[in-house]
């Protein structure tokens, strides 16, 4: 078995076992078991003797100075991939693995040569996308992180995932289109949540707020990431093809053109997506400043399959190449 396999097994079984013990869901043992883990010892109380010795068994397996960052949020990844086939939520729905690693490549050759770099993610979910980049950082890259999430059993996933692979990367769990207690950031990476946004009093505080009725979630996000951005600041957002098609698409327009500059836009391949409607793209902005400039030209792509090597390392080669005429 490979390590990611190996650390799955222990996560999931002991799982497993605290799943029948304390009734409770899967991914809330895996919460359990990950604190667990972390602590090196069993936290819960009043276990039988038969789980304890089930679970000390398969702790026991787990040597963590042999594990790398990237192999524990892998195994982690397939427990939540199972947790939540029990029957997921909208909001519970995780990035794609090979979109995760596509965003990492792009980020940090954004940031290349920049040894300290703050990360916000205000929709962090699970802390899958976050930790990737956490992850493919150069050697000697300062990674710090903020999370932000209102769904509380979501945000605990996130808490246990940092904390397994060793990630400093504080957590915050609240509405994040309230008043956000953070510095900014050097850079927001985000999936964007897509919909309606119900707290109308709320969003009265948005430029991009609705003239009439609930406003677009994904445009507040926006809005909300631009301001925890650092000038000069980069922005990764992964956002519904259809973003510019809205009725409230030309506010979206004049807000980006006056506060970024648009430096990319690749459309992810639409065979990811179960339903075309859901396809998504991943769309690169900078925060106007100083230091900050709009590329000669707009990165613009639209990606072949993952699986499909040749055709990736052609597109690899043309980013190389934009990047040595626009960076």
């Known amino acids: 078995m490979t390590k990611v396999e190996t650390l799955f097994s222990i996560l999931d079984e ?6 029948k013990e304390l009734d409770i869901t899967y991914l809330e043992a895996l919460v359990e078991t990950g604190d667990n883990v972390f602590e090196g010892t069993i936290l819960q109380e009043g276990l039988r003797d038969s789980a304890i010795e089930r679970l000390n068994r398969e702790y026991g397996k787990f040597p963590d100075k042999q594990y790398k960052g990237e192999e524990i949020r892998k195994a982690f990844q397939l427990c939540l991939l199972k947790g939540m086939k029990e029957g997921v939520q909208a909001n519970h729905e995780m990035t794609p693995d090979a979109v995760g690693l596509f965003c990492s490549y792009l980020f940090h050759k954004f940031f290349e040569g920049q040894n300290e770099i703050s990360v916000l993610d205000p929709a962090v979910g699970t802390g899958n996308l976050l930790t990737a980049i956490f992850n493919n950082s ?42 956000l207690y953070i510095d900014p950031a050097d850079a927001v990476v985000c999936d964007l949540p897509v919909g309606y946004y119900p707290n109308e009093i709320q969003a009265n505080d948005y430029v991009l707020k609705a003239e009439t009725g609930m406003s677009y979630a994904h ?12 000038e000069g600041g980069y922005l990764f957002f992964l956002i519904p093809n259809f973003l510019f098609e809205s009725e409230q698409a030309p506010k979206l327009n004049t807000f980006l053109k006056e506060q970024c500059y648009i430096q990319g836009l690749l459309q992810l391949p639409v065979s990811m997506f179960k339903n075309e ?11 106007k400043g100083t230091n900050a400039a709009a590329p000669k030209q707009v990165m613009l792509a639209e990606l072949p399959k993952f699986s499909n090597v040749q055709a990736m390392e052609g597109m690899m080669a043309q980013i190389g190449q934009w990047f040595e005429e626009n960076k």
Do not use: C, W
Request: proline share 1%.
């Open 14 to 19: 002991s799982a497993i076992v605290l799943r």
């Open 277 to 287: 409607k859901n396809a998504k793209s991943i769309f690169v902005l900078q925060k």
């Open 138 to 179: 150069p050697e000697g890259t300062n990674m710090s992180g903020y999370g932000v999430e209102v769904d509380d059993l979501l945000l605990r996933l996130a808490f246990v995932n940092a904390n397994l692979q060793k990630h400093s990367i504080e957590l915050f769990n609240q509405d994040a289109l309230a008043s």
């Open 219 to 230: 445009h507040l996000f926006i809005e909300q990431s631009v301001k925890y951005t650092k």
